[in-house]
């Protein structure tokens, strides 16, 4: 079992930046492909950024490139997703998610092993 605890949302105003964190237990985390996804009322789950195990390569979805890092630090089992010039369009709920079984195809929910419970992101206009 991977225990995977997220911390950090809230609510902002657009504009503003809201750093998350992931922390994970459980398993050897510097070998786990991680992810950030989100959900919004009425939406699907989507996805968000992944950093891959090894050589930390990172993914995003379009409407985050030059907004949002990831990134990781194993020596603390956790994973980041920082948010910078947040949008109402932000608002949802993120969750983080490991990859434990080596197939990473970063943007797709089955690759995924284990989710947290996710937190709540709200951007005021």
């Known amino acids: 079992q991977v225990q995977l605890v997220e911390s950090g949302g809230g609510l902002v105003q657009a504009g503003g930046s809201l750093r998350l964190s992931c922390a994970a237990s459980?398993?050897?985390?510097?070998?786990?492909?991680m992810a950030w996804f989100r959900q919004a009322p009425g939406d699907g789950r989507e996805f968000v950024a992944a950093i891959s195990g090894n050589v930390e390569r990172t993914y995003y979805v379009d409407s985050a490139k030059g907004r949002f890092t990831i990134s990781r630090d194993n020596a603390k089992n956790t994973v980041y997703l920082q948010m910078n010039s947040l949008k109402p369009e932000d608002t949802a709920v993120y969750y983080c998610a490991a990859n434990l079984l080596g197939h990473f195809y970063y943007s797709v929910r089955s690759t995924y092993d284990s989710w947290g419970q996710g937190t709540q992101v709200t951007v005021s206009s």
């Open positions: 459980g398993g050897t985390f510097s070998r786990y492909d």
